[in-house]
T-cell receptor
Framework: KAGVTQTPRYLIKTRGQQVTLSCSPI?????VSWYQQTPGQGLQFLFE???????NKGNFPGRFSGRQFSNSRSEMNVSTLELGDSALYLC????????????FGSGTQLSVL | DQQVKQNSPSLSVQEGRISILNCDYT??????FLWYKKYPAEGPTFLIS?????DKNEDGRFTVFLNKSAKHLSLHIVPSQPGDSAVYFC??????????????FGKGTKLSVIP
């Protein structure tokens, strides 16, 4: 069974641009969560989607948004990029939707110059 | 406001000895706790979990202890092996009321097991 797949693996953008990251959960998993990992802050929760609906949201500005499609694939978008948005963005899926056990992808490393 | 704290950024242990990783939390609403392990260039992988109704859970070389009164969680690895060298994240979960747990992660502890 394929794991959680995130694309692209690396991304370089400049300030002010926008970016879209993609995540394909494990087949059959309906819940997708997004996390931001930075060296100083660890893993911070962005948002969670279940059956195409945002179920939970973390404390990030509105520049961060996401969506989930009917096949459970998810995208997150960051508009008007700032230098501080440079981070590893991790996607995780949950089999039963409770998030008691998350399966993470390898992440997308975003660098904002 | 950091609700889950891992106060040791790094830890070095000799192969064969015990590794003890610690985690403190402040929110008494957390009722589910987990440890994840992360190797470089990979996503975190689930290691072990414990519900707030228990004070200990074992899985092979890994044991998690929960002290609710102290709001303290620890992970014991016995015996430690070089392959255990990784960053360990503690996470605490609170039922969000929307059908799922919302997890809060600590900043991680980098464990180095010296052969």
């Amino acid at each position: 069974k394929a794991g959680v797949t995130q694309t692209p693996r690396y991304l370089i953008k400049t300030r002010g641009q926008q970016v879209t990251l993609s995540c394909s959960p494990i087949s059959g998993h309906r819940s997708v969560s997004w996390y931001q990992q930075t060296p100083g802050q660890g893993l911070q929760f962005l948002f969670e989607y279940f059956s195409e609906t945002q179920r939970n949201k973390g404390n990030f500005p509105g520049r961060f948004s996401g969506r989930q499609f009917s096949n459970s694939r998810s995208e997150m978008n960051v508009s008007t990029l700032e230098l501080g948005d440079s981070a590893l963005y991790l996607c995780a899926s949950s089999r039963d939707g409770t998030n008691e056990k998350l399966f993470f992808g390898s992440g997308t490393q975003l660098s904002v110059l | 406001d950091q609700q889950v704290k891992q106060n040791s950024p790094s830890l070095s242990v000799q192969e064969g000895r015990i590794s003890i990783l610690n985690c403190d939390y402040t929110n008494s609403m957390f009722d589910y706790f987990l440890w994840y392990k992360k190797y470089p260039a990979e996503g975190p992988t689930f290691l072990i979990s414990i519900s707030s109704i228990k004070d200990k859970n074992e899985d092979g070389r890994f044991t998690v202890f929960l002290n609710k009164s102290a709001k303290h969680l620890s992970l014991h690895i016995v015996p430690s092996q070089p392959g255990d060298s990784a960053v360990y994240f503690c996470a605490a979960g609170r039922y969000s009321g929307a059908g799922s747990y919302q997890l809060t992660f600590g900043k991680g502890t980098k464990l180095s097991v010296i052969p």
